[in-house]
């Protein structure tokens, strides 16, 4: 009832304004307009009585004047009529203006003196009078007098009062109507809504409604509408993620959430903030056309992992800006307050020429550091200008990276993979008192492997920058450290891990990356979310197999994805029955075409594809379909639930985090993971079918042995790698890391100890 007030009010105030501005603007149009037309009355007039009086006046015809006068004298409105003489006699007037004009009128002596027409309105006797006087001359042009014609003017006064009234009256049915529709428009379009929302969000607080439940109409109210779903999903979160609690509470079970996650690390850092590098950022901004720039979030399980330790302690993430229109929307110091919707830390951009992203991220990382450490065969390629390009991009990360942290005290930075080899030396020269960690995604190759490198000594000597250096796997460790011991003058403690380099301690230790393993839905929906998912694919695809098998990668040497097409051939050749039964599918995101050998690595892949199709083809089936295109994370979701069997057949790999997406997905416990012995994954899920992907035909005989694979079996074993990634998930990976490396002391004793003792605080966690 108050709002409604307010607005009739409001409306009431504001309609009378306006109308009042209007009026008194039409009030002056008006007035001005009869004004306008009763001077050309005037002047019509006086042009006639110039044209009978001026010769009659020039031969002294005073009678003629006479009647010349009485003649216009009734003319409507018209007040009278004068004529004098130069000297202001009066010639002729009518009988009106006798009283009025004893002596001639300034006005005319105005006239008649400066030989032009003049016209004003006056007052007089509380008369409002129109004067019009005009000059009279002879054929000489010589003065001879002058004629007044006067007009009462109050009829306009009287007129335009007239529409004043009716001018109030139409404001005042209107201010009635409009706050009669406008409470109508109220009650049925906001108030109506507004309550039906507010009984909603009650019924949802109090339990009575699940977040799913739809939500009320608010077309009116667009941002609102947004706000509301953003709150029911928000308490639906929370609400998941306290029963998630109590739940292991009760079991006496400890997994981790983003939410202990945040709280965790937030308690270790102590009042300090989180720095984090990546080439890649965690949301880009594209170009669209006139609707402004379009939020990009990359599907990455770093960002999963480390957004809630930035969020809650406003952390800063620095990236490369590689969007479009990533420029458009930063600050002066190129910074972004992000995510979009609730923004809670910073991302810093860095900026890099074309030149620069060609030489540092393209040449030396991805043609030579990439192919260097995955030891798959393909030659690296080591180029000075690459190297120059690399170290100075570094540099313009730490610089970015030291300007961040100019007002912190005791900063926290993390690094991550084989981009920033040279930034853990340099950020350490600037700030010796910034914790600093490097995590190397990627493996690490044998000593042998990595003395190829032209630049190993710049290379190791930049990392030992870092007080922590992190790997997937052991193996990973070892390799580093023994580098280390051929290369670089140091002390290695194998027993602690660490590094002593010029008094200057560095612990290296494994950290296995994971994902986020999601609730387990009712078993009803379980069923019926495979069921959808594979009726939902064999409609997209045009086919309908009895089995399915599915790879997700990007198109790289590293990914064995030729020996993979290789292996259903040879299924094919070794077991007929599975012609026209088994079809696998290849999701190949395409990836850095720029450089040569991933472009002929695309084109290579597809025409192999194309050649098994060929020879194997039945009707509309085939046995392989090569997915050639991006594709997002709940895009990939259907065919991991819907599939047999997931072939993961890298050469070689850090981790490998498809194997534990598709073990994640699995929620009805069935479905057979195939995996390369190469992986860092492997090393966890150790009930997947391990294969050594150069193997063709021992991956043939296991897609075979999953494809025949008992149902019992294969739940034992999904649920058991489903357990193991429950307990070690992406978060617990984030925590790990980032506790350690809060955990280390600047000094050289301390940072020795302070490891030996890092799973204590998580246990106590727990």
Request: with cysteine; hydrophobic share 40%.
């Amino acid at each position: 009832m108050r709002l409604s007030l307010r607005l009739v009010v409001s409306l009431v105030l504001g309609i009378t304004l306006v109308s009042t501005l209007f009026t008194y603007y039409e009030y002056r149009e008006e007035k001005g307009r009869r004004e306008a037309e009763l001077e050309k009355r005037a002047a019509d007039i006086g042009e006639s009585l110039q044209q009978a009086v001026q010769p009659a006046l020039a031969n002294g015809q005073r009678r003629v004047i006479t009647r010349i006068v009485e003649k216009f004298s009734n003319r409507e409105s018209l007040a009278g009529l004068a004529v004098y003489d130069t000297q202001g006699v009066p010639l002729a007037i009518t009988p009106q203006l006798q009283d009025r004009f004893v002596a001639e009128p300034e006005i005319l002596k105005t006239a008649v003196a400066n030989s032009k027409v003049i016209g004003q309105f006056a007052q007089m006797q509380d008369v409002t009078l129109h004067l019009y006087a005009l000059p009279l001359h002879d054929e000489d042009g010589r003065p001879l007098g002058g004629i007044v014609i006067v007009h009462d003017a109050t009829f306009i006064e009287s007129e335009l009062k007239d529409m004043l009234r009716n001018t109030f009256l139409h404001a005042l049915v209107q201010m009635l109507t409009v706050s009669l529709i406008t409470l109508i428009i109220v009650r049925l379009s906001i108030q109506g809504p507004v309550t039906r929302a507010a009984q909603w969000m009650k019924a949802l607080r109090t339990g009575r409604l699940t977040p799913h439940a739809a939500i009320p109409d608010f077309d009116l109210f667009p941002p609102l509408a947004y706000e509301v779903e953003n709150f029911a999903n928000s308490l639906q979160a929370a609400r998941a993620s306290a029963s998630a609690e109590a739940r292991l509470r009760l079991m006496a079970e400890s997994s981790w959430t983003a939410e202990r996650l945040a709280v965790f690390v937030k308690e270790k850092l102590q009042g300090s903030r989180l720095f984090v590098i990546s080439n890649r950022e965690p949301y880009i901004h594209q170009k669209n056309g006139d609707k402004g720039p379009k939020v990009v979030v990359p599907a990455s399980g770093l960002v999963t992992a480390l957004e809630p330790i930035l969020c809650a302690c406003d952390g800063t993430w620095i990236a490369h800006g590689s969007g479009d229109a990533d420029r458009s929307v930063v600050d002066s110091h190129s910074r972004l307050r992000v995510p979009p919707t609730e923004p809670k830390y910073t991302l810093r951009r860095v900026w890099l020429t074309k030149e620069e992203e060609d030489g540092y991220y393209y040449g030396f990382a991805n043609e030579g550091l990439w192919p260097l450490c995955h030891i798959a065969h393909t030659r690296p390629l080591f180029r000075i200008q690459d190297w120059e390009h690399y170290r100075s991009a570094n540099q313009k990360f730490a610089d970015a990276l030291i300007d961040e942290m100019s007002f912190t005290v005791s900063p926290v930075v993390l690094l991550q993979d084989y981009h920033f080899a040279l930034l853990p030396r340099m950020i350490k020269r600037a700030r010796p008192d910034a914790k600093v960690a490097i995590f190397w995604h990627i493996p690490w190759p044998n000593p042998e492997a990595f003395s190829i490198c032209p630049w190993q000594t710049e290379l190791l000597d930049g990392m030992l920058g870092a007080d922590l250096i992190g790997f997937h796997i052991q193996s990973h460790c070892n390799n580093f450290l023994e580098s280390v011991d051929r290369t670089l003058e140091s002390r290695i403690e194998w027993d602690h891990f660490t590094v002593k380099r010029e008094n200057h301690i560095t612990a290296v230790h494994p950290y296995p990356i994971s994902v986020v393993f999601p609730e387990v839905p009712p078993s009803s929906l379980v069923e019926k979310n495979v069921t959808m998912a594979k009726a939902a694919l064999r409609k997209q695809l045009g086919i309908d197999p009895l089995f399915l098998g599915v790879g997700v990668d990007r198109v790289d040497y590293t990914k064995g994805i030729l020996e993979r097409f290789l292996a259903v051939e040879k299924l094919l050749e070794s077991q007929p029955a599975y012609i026209g039964q088994f079809t696998f599918v290849q999701i190949g995101s395409p990836s850095r075409t720029q450089i040569k050998r991933y472009h002929d690595l695309l084109e290579e892949t597809s025409l192999e594809a194309e050649r098994i199709n060929k020879r194997f083809q039945a009707g509309s089936w085939r046995p392989i379909v090569f997915l050639k295109h991006q594709h997002s994370h709940q895009e990939i979701q259907p065919f991991y639930k819907a599939a047999d069997l997931c072939m993961v057949t890298s050469l070689h790999d850090g981790m490998n985090l498809v194997a534990k997406e598709f073990v994640a997905a699995r929620d009805d416990e069935h479905g057979v993971l195939v995996l390369s012995q190469f992986t860092g994954a492997s090393r966890e899920l150790q009930d997947a079918v391990i294969v050594n992907p150069y193997d063709i035909g021992q991956i043939a005989k296991s897609i075979h042995l999953a494809l025949t694979m008992d149902n019992a079996e294969q739940q034992a074993r999904m649920r058991r790698m489903r357990k193991t990634l429950k307990e070690q998930n992406v978060y617990r990976w984030a925590g790990n890391l980032i506790t350690d490396l809060c955990e280390v002391r600047l000094d050289a004793n301390g940072a020795i100890h302070a490891l030996e003792n890092k799973d204590q605080d998580f246990a106590q966690a727990s």
